[in-house]
C-alpha cells in the first residue's frame, strides 16, 4: 500500500510516498481501508519534530473509512463498517491500523469524507466549548483564527451554548467566513490591535475566555484581553510555541488561569469520545453545525497541503485522498 512517511523531520518535501506492507490488527485493532484523510496542523508539528515521533513514521492523526479485517477481542465495530477517528498517527495511508475503541459509526446521511473533515476538529470545538471552559449565555469568549478548521466549529459551537463571541481573522475574506458562522463581532488582527479591539467591544471589561490556537503570536495580548479571573485556553502553536513564562504574569494581569489542554486528555475514555464524536455528527446530519472544505488533495499533493495550512491560506479543513 500507499504511505505517506517522513524519514527525517523537516520541510513539506520531506514527505514521501512510500510503498509499504499493509499492516495486520492486533489484539482490540481494527484495519480501516482509508477513504479520506483529515489535515491538520498537528501533522505539521510532527513533520517539523516540534512534536516527536521515532522515524520512519506514517503522518496523519485523522480519516474515515471502511473496517477491511478485526483483530480478536474488537467489539466495537465489525467489517463492513463506516467508521472514523481522530489521534491515532498513521492514516496518510492506503490502510491504518486503529485501536477499535477510538472508532466511531459515521450515521446515515454524513459522507465519509465530511466525517473526516470534523472529528479532530469538531472533538476540538466540543471539549473545548463544552468542557475546558463550558462556555454559558453570560459569558464573552474570544477566539482566534475563527475562520479556519478548528475556529469556525468552536465558534459554532460557542453560539450554540448561548455565548457571546468576539472572533479574529486574518483578512476580511476570512473575517467574513466567521461572520458566517455566527461570529457576533470579528477583528482583522493583522490590521488592529486586537487586545484594544477586545477591551473597547467589552466596555474596558475584558472576556471570560481566550481558545488561542495561534500561540507565540497572540499570547500577551490574549492575557491582556481577559477580564479578572478569566481562563486562557492556549491550546495551539499555528505560529510558534509559546516560549517559557513567569506564573506571576497570571497574577498582575487580574488572578488569571491558564490551562493548555489537548483532545487527548478530553477523550480519555469511549464514553467521552463516544459523547463529543456523536454530538458533532448528529449536528452534522441535521445540519445544526456546518464544515467548510477548503480543498481535497490527491497523495501526490501532501507538500502543497501543509504550505497551505501553514501559509495561512486555508479558510476550512484539508483533506487528503490516497
Ligand atoms: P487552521 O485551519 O485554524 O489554520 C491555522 C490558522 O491559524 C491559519 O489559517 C491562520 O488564520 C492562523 N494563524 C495565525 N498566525 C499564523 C501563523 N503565523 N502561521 C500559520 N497560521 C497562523 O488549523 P487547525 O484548525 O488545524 O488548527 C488550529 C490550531 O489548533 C493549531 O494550532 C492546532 O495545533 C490547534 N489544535 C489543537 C488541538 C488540541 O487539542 N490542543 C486539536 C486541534 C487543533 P488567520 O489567517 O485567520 O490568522
Redesign the pocket.
Known sequence: MRAIRVHEVGGPEQMRVDQIDVPTPGSKQALVKIDTS?????D??FRTGLYKADAPFTLGMEAAGVVEAVGPDVTEVAVGDRVAYAMSRGSYAEYAVVPSATLVKVPEGVTLETAASVM??G??AH??SHSTFPLEKQHTALI??????????LVQMAKMRGARVIA????SE??AR?KAVGADEVIV??EQDFEAETRRLTNGVGVDVVYD??????WEKSLGSLKPRGMMVS??????AVPAIQPLILSTKGSLYLT?????S?CANREELLWRAGDVLRWLASGSLQTKV?QVYPFEQAAPAHID??????????LLKP
Open positions: 483529515g489535515v491538520n496542523f498537528i505539521i508539528y479532530l476538529q472533538m476540538t471539549y473545548l482566534h483564527a475563527a475562520a479556519g478548521g478548528t475556529g469556525a466549529l479574529t481573522a486574518g483578512n476570512k473575517a466567521a488582527y493583522s490556537s495561534v500561540g507565540a503570536a497572540t491550546f495551539g502553536n499555528a505560529s510558534g493548555r489542554p489537548t483532545l487527548a478530553y477548503h495550512l501553514a501559509g495561512r491560506v486555508s479558510a476550512g479543513k484539508l
